[in-house]
């Protein structure tokens, strides 16, 4: 039997397979991007692939406090398209 990664969502605190979370990713130069693979290098944040979650995400600002940077608007515009398609 193949072992399923667990990761916790930053928002909701919920342990869930690595596939049913989206991983945001701060690169050592403070560059902050959505890593889709879940392997690219430097900190990294999960959060549920919901609508709701990200939403209390951006009002909380958890994203911003969890990596230590300001996250810019277009990564929630892409977060917002991935979750949405």
Do not use: F, H, W
């Not at 667990?6 to 989206?22: D, G, N």
């Not at 130069?29 to 889709?36: A, F, T, W």
């Amino acid at each position: 039997m193949k072992k399923i990664p667990l990761r916790q969502c930053v928002v909701t605190r919920e342990r869930l397979p690595k596939s049913e979370l989206i991983r945001v990713v701060k690169d050592n130069v403070g560059n902050v991007s959505v890593d889709l693979t879940g392997k690219a290098n430097g900190k990294g944040a999960y959060i549920t692939r919901n609508m709701e979650v990200l939403n209390k995400a951006i009002s909380s600002k958890i994203l911003d406090r969890t990596l230590e940077v300001t996250i810019p608007e277009a990564i929630y515009e892409e977060l917002k398209n991935i979750i949405n398609n």
